[in-house]
Structure formats: C-alpha cells, structure tokens
Nanobody, 122 residues
C-alpha cells in the first residue's frame, strides 16, 4: 500500500486547511486509517482515526472539536479537515493504515504516507 499525502501549506492562525491522503489500492476502504503529526523536536502525536466503515471517529484531545476526519471510498482517499488552526498545530502530518491494536499509538499502523507540512503563522 502506498499513501500520498497532500494539502499542507502556510496558513494564518484561525484559518483552515484540508489534507488528503490517497491510497494506491482499491481495497483502501477496507482499512481503518489514522492521521498523526510531528512537530520539530517533539514526539509523534495522534491526531485522528476513522474505522473502515466510517462509522466511528476518534480525535486527539488537542484537536477535538476543530479537526474532522472523513473518507471517500470511491476515491480511495482519507481527508483531514482542519479548522480554527493554531500555531501549535504546525507539524508534518502523516496518514497511515491501521494494522491493529490501540488506534492512538503509531506502532499500530503498518503503512505510512510521506507526510505533508502544515505551518500556522500567528
């Protein structure tokens, strides 16, 4: 499985961005997916998770109420809508395919995209 993340860029605080993660396989819809982020000098942080059916979503505490994860199975793509962005949201954002275990742990994912940089200016 190859994942291609896109949509990052520079945005002012309070603004919005939508990240996309396209997969190379048609069975992408069969997998649960997650988004993580890593800021310079910090550990990787769980951002959002969506089950393969799309029926359940979970968010990290720092983004809850501002970010929305969704997917379009017809396009083999998972999205991360980011609203009310803050400077502390600045990071490289990664999408990943869930393999099992705890959804908030990076070790539970076995395929990762290359990351897309989001920079939020104050």
């Amino acid at each position: 499985v190859q994942l291609q993340a896109s949509g990052g860029g520079l945005v002012q605080a309070g603004g919005s961005l939508r990240l996309s993660c396209a997969a190379s396989v048609r069975t992408f819809s069969n997998y649960a997916k997650g988004w993580f982020r890593q800021a310079p000098g910090k550990e990787r942080e769980f951002v959002a998770f969506i089950r393969w059916s799309g029926g359940s979503t979970y968010y990290g505490d720092s983004v809850k109420g501002r970010f929305i994860i969704s997917m379009d199975n017809a396009k083999n793509t998972v999205y991360l809508q980011m609203n009310s962005l803050k400077p502390e949201d600045t990071a490289v954002y990664y999408c990943a395919v869930f393999a099992g275990g705890n959804y908030f742990e990076g070790s539970s994912y076995d395929y990762w995209g290359q990351g897309t940089l989001v920079t939020v200016s104050s």
